[in-house]
C-alpha cells in the first residue's frame, strides 16, 4: 500500500480520506498551532457580530471562535467545501463558497462589491494581499489574526507521498526533509506556489482533504 505523508496537525480530519482512497496515512505533522489569547478570540467574535459579511478559510477558524457558541446570523464566505461544512455546523449561514483558494474566493466576491464590513478571522502568517484587493468605496476589510502556525521538522518514517495543506507546513517538510522521490500534493494553489521548484505537484480540483487524497491516488493509480 502507497504510504503518505500527512503533514497537517489535524490527522484525525484528514487521515480518513487517504484510507477511503486505498492509501496509508502516516501522521508527520510540519506544523504547531499557537492559539490566541481568549481577549483576542472574543475581540474576534465581538467584531463578527458586528460585520456585514464574514470571510473564513479553515475549520480550525470556527472550532476556536464558534464551537460549541453558535455562529452570528451574518453571512459567511468559506474558502472551500470543508470550512463551509464547518460554518453550517455550528449554525452559520454560508453566502459564497470558493473553490480556488482565498485569491479564487476574492475574485468571486469583487463581482459583489461595495460588501460593507468584511471581518477576516485568520491565521497571522496568511497571505494579506488577496482580500486587501477589495478595499475600496463602500468596502472595508477588517483581518484579525486568531492563530498562528509554526513550521516544525517532520518525524522520519519512511513515505511514497507527501499531502500539504499550507505553505507553512511546506516550510516545516524542508527543515529536515528533501522532496526528491516523492509524489507531492497540495491542497491548493496557495500552497503549490510554495512549492516552486519542486514540480510535479498535484493539485487537486477543490481545496479540501478529500480531494487531494482523490487526486493522489489517481495519480499513484491505486485501486479503487
Not at 446570523?73 to 453550517?88: I, M, N, Q, R, Y
Request: charged residues 20%; aromatic residues 4%; hydrophobic residues 45%.
Amino acid at each position: 500500500m502507497k504510504r503518505v505523508a500527512v503533514t497537517t496537525d489535524r490527522f484525525d480530519l484528514a487521515a480518513p480520506w487517504f484510507a477511503a482512497n486505498g492509501l496509508e496515512p502516516v501522521p508527520l505533522p510540519c506544523v504547531r498551532v499557537d492559539i490566541a489569547s481568549e481577549e483576542v478570540l472574543d475581540e474576534a467574535r465581538t467584531a463578527a457580530a458586528r460585520a456585514d459579511l464574514l470571510v473564513v478559510t479553515s475549520p480550525r477558524t470556527v472550532d476556536l471562535l464558534w464551537r460549541g457558541r453558535g455562529m452570528p446570523p451574518v453571512p459567511v464566505a468559506a474558502v472551500g467545501e470543508a470550512t463551509a461544512a464547518a460554518v453550517e455546523d455550528v449554525g452559520g449561514r454560508v453566502r459564497f463558497v470558493g473553490s480556488a483558494g482565498l485569491a479564487g474566493l476574492v475574485s468571486e466576491l469583487a463581482k459583489e462589491e461595495p460588501l460593507g464590513r468584511i471581518v477576516f478571522p485568520r491565521a497571522a502568517n496568511s497571505d494579506p494581499v488577496p482580500l486587501e484587493q477589495l478595499r475600496g468605496e463602500g468596502t472595508d476589510v477588517v483581518p484579525i489574526d486568531v492563530y498562528r502556525t509554526v513550521p516544525i521538522a517532520p518525524g522520519r518514517d519512511a513515505v511514497h507521498a507527501v499531502a500539504f495543506a499550507s505553505p507553512s507546513a511546506v516550510e516545516g517538510w524542508l527543515l529536515s526533509r528533501p522532496l526528491d522521490g516523492l509524489v507531492i500534493g497540495a491542497i491548493g494553489h496557495t500552497t503549490a506556489s510554495a512549492l516552486t521548484g519542486h514540480r510535479p505537484v498535484i493539485v487537486p480540483y477543490r481545496p479540501s482533504h478529500r480531494a487531494l487524497a482523490e487526486a493522489l491516488a489517481q495519480f499513484m493509480e491505486v485501486p479503487a
